[in-house]
């Protein structure tokens, strides 16, 4: 059954809330005679300048609060639940979903798979659309939210239904014509797995968006991601070099056309393509303003550019490198030691020294710097020279907490491995103020190497 309300755990000090009496434990039942599913009505309806509150108290007494504010003004306080409702979990059994390829033991949030357009609004989740009912899209439309970001694989409706192994999943894809006609911005994922939705199936899932236009913003297409731990799971094969060929030549095609039609290059392959084949990455302007980031689209460019502006910048300021080391995956170790080498042409000092980490959680197929390990530094790292301090991205922690994905905590590697870390975030101008020692031994900002997300999306 359903919960009835919303339970209020937190009321801000000199809030709205606090003025009306509201305390922990209440529960909020209505607002303006509303019944609120979740934080979308909650939003929407807090928005009036007049509002009435249905709260039912700890004692089961019922109250009726009214309120006069400003059109902006919250109410002031925090619900048992962020979403201000249950978490929708994936109904799908995809052949290519990395939580099914994870070992036993590890902690339970990262064995939920996520499937919730709000998630998507709220914080940048791709969904699959599959658990969406007419009431879900009609929310969707009738509050505008966007970007909803959609894991799109194929579009022919056959062969999704055997990817996402899902007989629904084909059908699904009707709901991003809905989205469209109503406006609502939309981004794409394409997971492209190896003799299943690659090559003449990528171009006719390419080609079949373009009526999405100008609606569907963006859609990144990344490589599958394979771990060791495929026991019983669907037998997927790594992409191979001329596959990754193949592909660049497909998207590089496809960005031409739709940039003659429509100023936009829309599709674009993830840096692992440019990365695993040693091609050249493309030029700022295909990035069409790097609109899929997180998706590892562009991420590479960006810190070069980044980093070419703060040494122009900083071009006659007095520097010296420090003596630091920098751990990352495999697959993007060799573009940060270009990096740290044009940075240490211009200041010159002692030589920054690289780490890639081979992935031995997950199995040597998995190469990006989100998914290493407390386990993996200290055994890789152990007797290095790792100078004055050791620089990790923020990407390999559980975020807002000092937790490698097995639990390791920072401190835990500090103490194996007798020197200093720092967790950095991304930027070109951090990475060069960190190199040099601008932003002292206890700065919070280096550089993001190549990064999936800790969970990549279906």
Not at 433 to 458: F, S
Request: with cysteine; charged share 30%; hydrophobic share 35%.
């Amino acid at each position: 059954m359903k919960k009835e309300g919303h339970v209020i755990t937190c009321v801000h000090p000199d809030s709205a809330a606090e003025d009306l009496g509201l305390a922990p434990g209440d529960v909020l039942l209505e607002i303006n005679g509303h019944r609120i599913e979740d934080i979308f009505d909650y939003q929407y309806y807090m928005e009036d300048t007049y509002v009435e509150l249905l709260v039912k108290k700890p004692d089961g007494e019922e109250w009726l609060l009214e309120i006069e504010k400003d059109e902006d003004e919250d109410l002031g306080a925090e619900f048992e639940n962020g979403l201000m409702d249950e978490y929708r979990s994936c109904r799908n059994k995809c052949m290519f979903c990395f939580i099914d390829q994870m070992p036993a033991g590890m902690r339970d949030t990262l064995y939920f798979k996520d499937d919730d357009s709000r998630l998507s609004f709220l914080q940048g989740n791709y969904v699959t659309l599959t658990n969406m009912s007419d009431h879900d899209i009609d929310r969707i439309i009738a509050y505008h939210l966007g970007p909803i970001n959609i894991s799109i694989h194929t579009m022919e409706p056959e062969l999704r239904c055997r990817m996402l192994h899902n007989r629904f999943a084909g059908e699904a894809l009707a709901k991003i014509g809905r989205l469209s006609d109503a406006g609502i911005e939309m981004n794409g994922q394409i997971v492209l797995c190896r003799g299943i939705n690659d090559r003449e199936h990528l171009d006719y899932t390419i080609e079949s968006l373009e009526k999405y236009l100008p609606h569907m913003k963006s859609v990144s297409v990344v490589p599958v991601g394979l771990t060791r731990y495929r026991e019983s799971l669907y037998p997927l094969e790594s992409l191979t070099k001329d596959d990754m060929e193949d592909t660049i030549r497909r998207i590089e095609a496809w960005q031409d056309y739709y940039f003659e039609r429509f100023g936009s290059h829309f599709v674009h392959a993830s840096d692992e393509f440019y990365l695993m084949t040693g091609k050249e990455l493309p030029e700022e302007a295909r990035y069409d303003g790097y609109l899929q980031l997180e998706n590892g689209v562009g991420m590479l460019r960006l810190l070069l550019e980044e980093v070419e502006e703060a040494l122009l910048a900083a071009a006659e300021r007095e520097a010296e490198v420090q003596a630091v080391s920098i751990a990352t995956g495999c697959l993007a170790a060799p573009f940060i030691e270009k990096l740290a080498g044009r940075v240490r042409a211009q200041y010159r000092g002692p030589k920054v020294h690289i780490y890639a980490i081979e992935n031995r959680f997950f199995g040597e197929k998995i190469t990006v710097s989100g998914l290493i390990t407390g386990t993996d530094l200290m055994e890789q790292l152990k007797g290095k020279n790792l100078g004055n301090r050791l620089l990790l991205p923020a990407n390999m922690l559980r975020s807002g907490e000092n937790v490698f994905l097995d639990d390791v905590t920072v401190e835990q590697v500090e103490a194996a491995l007798q020197t200093r870390i720092v967790i950095v975030k991304s930027s070109g101008q951090e990475f060069v103020d960190a190199l040099t020692g601008a932003c002292g031994t206890g700065g919070t900002a280096v550089y993001q190497a190549y990064e999936l997300k800790e969970k990549p999306d279906e």
